[in-house]
């Protein structure tokens, strides 16, 4: 339910999770510490105050069923044409409004929330859409991101058998850590003003702040070892992440 002496605004989380995966096919169905991967992050949008509606954009029967389960609505199955490769999670987004819209429902802010990123801290969510709320007169969009290890200006290309500078005004010369700090975008949580997101069709706008997250969030999955890894990382830090209600 929405809290609305915090936020008067109405939220829509989308929750994009086709069954189609070239890294790790079945992945959002896959079990994660007991549970399908994609259960956390639909218990990670039943756990908000903020948001007023969460949809799951899904072309998975199996993935319907689940979110259902969790009271999480799910109005259609994604179109053949938003289920492949080339379909950008832009445009699940704007399919979820426009067929919103055409129930006369429209919304201040629009969330992404990615299944492949389900290290999220209790509340975390809630804070992200209140700090939106709170400073939308000169911020348009939060993204969350971790800083990075390295220093962009260390990644390399192989230009034949030699080794160059990804960017080549970029050269590496100093100490990573003598380096200006890098952030790397992750899909733990975008925030954005819904009207900035359908003129722009981008969730980087102009005026993008950053939610840093701790360092074990960084990471995404994408593979199998990301899984493992991810995974291992959720045993490590549970007591700080959302968990399912003891009974």
């Not at 969030?217 to 700080?240: A, C, G, N, P, S």
Request: with cysteine; glycine share 4%.
């Amino acid at each position: 339910m929405v809290d609305s002496q915090n936020n008067p605004y109405d939220v829509l989380a989308v929750i994009p999770a086709r069954k189609g995966s070239k890294g790790l096919p079945g992945k959002n169905m896959k079990e994660f510490n007991g549970k399908p991967l994609l259960y956390w992050t639909l218990l990670a949008a039943t756990q908000s105050n903020q948001i007023t509606t969460t949809i799951l954009s899904t072309d998975s029967d199996e993935a319907a069923s689940l979110a259902e389960q969790l009271g999480i609505r799910v109005p259609w199955i994604r179109s053949a044409e938003l289920a492949t490769d080339e379909a950008t999670t832009a445009d699940v987004v704007i399919d979820a409004l426009r067929k919103e819209s055409l129930k006369k429902k429209e919304y201040r802010f629009v969330l992404v929330l990615e299944p492949t990123s389900p290290l999220r801290k209790r509340g975390e969510i809630d804070e992200i859409v209140i700090k939106l709320t709170k400073t939308q007169t000169t911020t348009d969009a939060i993204v969350t991101a971790g800083r990075v290890g390295f220093h962009p200006s260390a990644i390399m290309k192989k230009d034949g058998a030699l080794a160059k500078p990804y960017i080549e005004d970029m050269r590496f010369e100093n100490r990573r850590q003598d380096g200006e700090p890098a952030y790397l975008p992750t899909g733990n949580c975008f925030a954005i003003k819904t009207d900035v997101f359908l003129t722009g069709r981008s969730f980087y706008p102009e005026k993008v702040e950053i939610h840093e997250l701790e360092p074990f969030q960084v990471f995404e999955i994408d593979d199998l070892t990301d899984f493992e890894l991810v995974e291992f990382l959720y045993q490590r830090h549970k007591d700080w992440l959302i968990s399912p209600p003891a009974f």
